[in-house]
């Protein structure tokens, strides 16, 4: 599967809603330090181990994979291509 983007809003340093789209080749997050690159990763990580099954869901028969916080001010949404 490739990942092709990413949004995120109310995760971190991200209040805003952000979305990072994926091409094919390499894709590299660059910027001063303090500018939240680590905070992507760890919104990718944060919905990959997603305690509690209701918490994250997947949609559109796994094309992407949202997880949204209780108040709904905070998601985050993969979205992948797995056709090959």
Same mark, same amino acid.
């Given at each position: 599967?490739?990942?092709?983007? #990413?949004?995120?809003? /109310?995760?971190?340093?991200?209040?805003?809603?952000? +979305?990072?789209?994926?091409?094919?080749?390499?894709?590299?997050?660059?910027?001063?330090?303090?500018?939240?690159?680590?905070? #992507?990763?760890?919104?990718?990580?944060?919905? +990959? *181990? =997603?305690?509690?099954? =209701?918490?994250?869901?997947?949609?559109?028969? /796994?094309?992407?994979?949202?997880?949204? /916080? =209780?108040?709904?001010?905070?998601? #985050?949404? +993969?979205? *992948?291509?797995?056709? /090959?």
């Amino acid at each position: 599967m490739y990942l092709k983007s #990413i949004e995120i809003q /109310g995760f971190k340093s991200f209040a805003n809603k952000i +979305l990072f789209e994926f091409h094919n080749g390499i894709t590299g997050i660059v910027g001063p330090n303090g500018s939240g690159k680590s905070n #992507i990763s760890d919104a990718v990580r944060w919905v +990959l *181990g =997603a305690e509690k099954q =209701a918490a994250a869901r997947r949609h559109d028969a /796994g094309r992407y994979f949202c997880w949204y /916080g =209780a108040s709904k001010t905070a998601g #985050i949404c +993969l979205r *992948g291509d797995h056709t /090959g």
